[in-house]
């Protein structure tokens, strides 16, 4: 019989592997962030290419990694999406087999692992493509993307969190 610390704990796994097969997948972000199925970034680069400098050609090439991505994405993603739907399965048993549930644990976890590992695999890919005055640009937007995203996170008041990281609303130590 498995006990219930071990269900509960199978539980969360299943929750988080839920939501990260959900968040390997969508089109968009909550935030509207460009995702895809495998997106890498590359989505963002093109999307700022006059911004960046970038001629056709690399464009072209960024473009032609963007849609290699995404269509390997698609197959990580239904690969995800039966993994949790056979985790549902077990779970959904009267008696689930703790090793199968573990076992089918690692495997969704590995493939979470192996889709990121491609993401910055492409990621590297792009940004080798890039003039180091093209990177620094685009650190530059990124960090204003991420400020922008802030500003919308907090609103015009002040930040009370204290795991957020920024100094907005709280005095210097």
Do not use: W, Y
């Amino acid at each position: 019989m498995v006990s219930l610390g071990s269900f509960l704990l199978t539980m969360l796994l299943v929750a988080g592997t839920a939501g990260a097969a959900h968040h390997e997948g969508g089109d968009k972000s909550p935030k509207g962030h460009e995702r895809g199925h495998g997106g890498s970034g590359a989505s963002m680069v093109l999307k700022h290419a006059d911004q960046l400098g970038l001629d056709e050609a690399t464009q072209a090439k960024i473009s032609e990694l963007n849609k290699a991505a995404r269509e390997s994405g698609h197959s990580r993603h239904k690969d995800m999406k039966a993994l949790h739907e056979e985790m549902r399965e077990l779970m959904n048993q009267d008696s689930p087999d703790e090793a199968a549930v573990m076992a089918l644990a690692e495997r969704m976890g590995a493939a979470k692992t192996e889709a990121q590992k491609v993401n910055l695999s492409n990621m590297l890919k792009v940004q080798a493509l890039l003039t180091p005055e093209q990177r620094e640009k685009l650190k530059s937007i990124r960090a204003e993307k991420r400020a922008e995203g802030h500003g919308k996170k907090h609103g015009d008041g002040e930040c009370s969190s204290e795991n957020c990281g920024c100094k907005k609303g709280r005095s210097e130590e």
